[in-house]
């Protein structure tokens, strides 16, 4: 734990050691253990908490982020008005690019501290409502036949009301087959995380379509040129999200054209102001919009939540997969996330 | 004046008869009274106000704006929180279609109102900062070029910064002589409120540039085809910049290909929440972007103020154009408009 002074919002920071309740595997890999960093901003007798969830796929990891953090203790980057985060944030962007984990870790907390000096919820200072939809899914990630059927046994026995499926495995298709023999009638999305080629996506899209998949997100790499979207838009009978490959306004402007809906995430676009403009970018272009997360504690699921009201899809259960969350924010409740009516994002220590 | 009691939230409203000092002609008309309409939303012992200008070339008459704050009176529209702007807009929206003058004097009020209840100016609520930049630029509209050579005279006199210069008679080019004779060396944008052929408009371009011109407004009709400012623009020499045909965050997405700037006004995107939809669309699309006004009192010209920080350009003299102004609010400061720390708009009356 560090603390430096600077002007008068200071931060502190420390790690938090997230574990899942089934070791979560995606297509880059699989882990049981996650570190999140913890923000605390302090202004007065005030503190306005953060959580950065860094992912090595989108080029950040936990020490990446300490080390930004580190950084900017020593600058005077933070200023001396909570209320001030659109310019803090120019300050954090023209201080470094991209690292948006470690952006939307301070970024929240700023949102926290200024609703707390306001006695208000985030949502309500942006005009926003708690209107508890959509239903957020639920994540089965990748794993053996046996235990995807486990999980989606317990997802169903759970109450859990859509479920996500994770993909780009060698036996995708028999995965869908498992879930399906579970879950034959539940609403269904898949996540290949980048995981396909073209050829693959269009193929795996009308298997998907068979088996009453709502939509496919990110079948494609990061970076896949705007003519492989098009193809497998123009071909895939399922709705095409895109998610890795859009982390702020500008990319969704690029792809509009290409795709059916975007995946936005705080740990992506580096905070809930930026977040906001990807969601009105993507509507602008009559996009579909889902509000998607990393593996996250109660807190960082807490502050995408406060912008729930916009979106299509909700896929926040980053702490429903935790064995350990630390804190209590948002309540599930039968597939809604109900937020608080608590200034700031409304979130405390278990 | 009109009171009815509706849920918590309740509307009173009146016509507010402003004059400027000169005639106001644009290509549509000239005149020196104009007729807006007072917005005060009453909750609980605090009042939100709002003004709506409505433009009959934007389809909406003072009329027009009564007979939809009469009709919402009546219903249960306006709900009992606040803060909840989105939510209330979208019942606006299903209520009827545009009419956004109407609309935005309803949500400048909301955001008054919230802001009141908060403690807090309304800029801060929404993360933004009162970085007073751009600076505004002061109006030249269509008269006699006798007259246009005064105001000329008088503008740079009283101070003004940069002009903007009013276009769509038969005597354009004399009119821009008239000006650059009296101020040669001021930053010049010229609006054509919609009055050019592409050919005019290209032919024109050629000859502003000539005369240091920064851009041109809207030179198009307001439903010109996508392929007449393509054309314009991969001709013109200036930028080109889209304001009547540019009302809603969709719009720009529509034409974010074939223009260079944007003019956002509330009174066009029906409030300042949908002003940050088009300013991040626009943003997203790598356009210029500038904040503008109709003939508005410090009341509207203060709600428009409140997102200065986000764009490059500021034609917000609507009040400075005014020989009675009711209201004071941001206040005009050696070409920039200071916003005051006052909680909701900041606006008092004179």
Same mark, same amino acid.
């Given at each position: 734990?560090?603390?430096?002074? !600077? ?24 882990? *049981? ?11 007065? #007798? ?34 001396? $008005? ?21 952006? *939307? ?8 501290? *200024?609703?707390?000096? *306001? ?14 939809? =959509?239903?957020?899914?639920?994540? !089965?990630?990748? $794993? ?27 036996? $995708?298709?028999?995965? %869908? ?9 539940? =609403?269904?999305?898949? #996540? ?27 079948? /494609?790499?990061?970076?896949? =040129? !705007? ?15 895109? $998610?890795?490959? %859009? ?91 109900? /937020? ?11």
């Amino acid at each position: 734990m560090k603390t430096t002074r !600077i002007s008068h919002i200071t931060l502190e920071f420390e790690l938090m050691e997230l574990k899942t309740a089934h070791p979560f595997g995606i297509s880059y890999g699989s882990a *049981a253990a996650h570190k999140n960093i913890l923000v605390k901003l302090h202004y007065k #007798d005030l503190v306005g908490l953060g959580e950065a969830s860094p992912a090595s796929y989108h080029n950040e990891t936990p020490d990446t982020v300490q080390a930004l953090y580190h950084q900017w203790q020593g600058e005077e980057i933070f200023g001396d $008005d909570p209320f001030a985060i659109a310019e803090t944030m120019r300050r954090l962007d023209q201080s470094v690019a991209a690292n948006n984990s470690a952006k *939307a870790g301070i970024e929240m907390a700023m949102h926290d501290l *200024a609703g707390k000096l *306001a006695g208000k919820p985030t949502y309500k200072l942006l005009g926003l409502s708690a209107l508890s939809q =959509p239903i957020t899914d639920f994540t !089965i990630g990748i $794993d053996s036949l046996e235990m995807i059927e486990k999980k989606t046994h317990e997802a169903v026995e759970a109450g859990y009301k859509v479920l996500k499926v994770k993909q780009g495995t060698a036996y $995708d298709k028999e995965i %869908i087959a498992r879930v399906r023999k579970v879950a034959p009638n539940m =609403p269904l999305r898949v #996540d290949a995380n980048s995981a396909w080629t073209p050829k693959q996506a269009i193929a795996m899209a009308k298997f998907l379509f068979e088996h009453n998949v709502q939509f496919i997100e990110q079948p /494609l790499p990061k970076h896949a =040129p !705007i003519a492989d979207w098009q193809l497998v838009r123009d071909q895939s009978p399922l709705p095409i999200f895109a $998610d890795e490959s %859009i982390s702020r306004s500008t990319d969704v402007a690029r792809l509009a054209g290409v795709i059916d809906g975007v995946v936005v995430k705080l740990q992506k676009t580096g905070g809930l102001l930026e977040a906001l403009k990807v969601i009105h970018v993507a509507r602008a272009h009559c996009l579909q919009i889902m509000f998607g997360c990393m593996i996250e504690s109660s807190l960082g699921v807490t502050a995408a939540a406060q912008l729930q009201s916009l979106v299509d899809h909700l896929d926040l259960d980053g702490a429903l997969l935790l064995a350990n969350d630390p804190y209590v924010g948002a309540r599930y409740d039968d597939g809604y996330l109900r /937020l608080q009516d608590l200034p700031g994002l409304g979130v405390v220590p278990r």
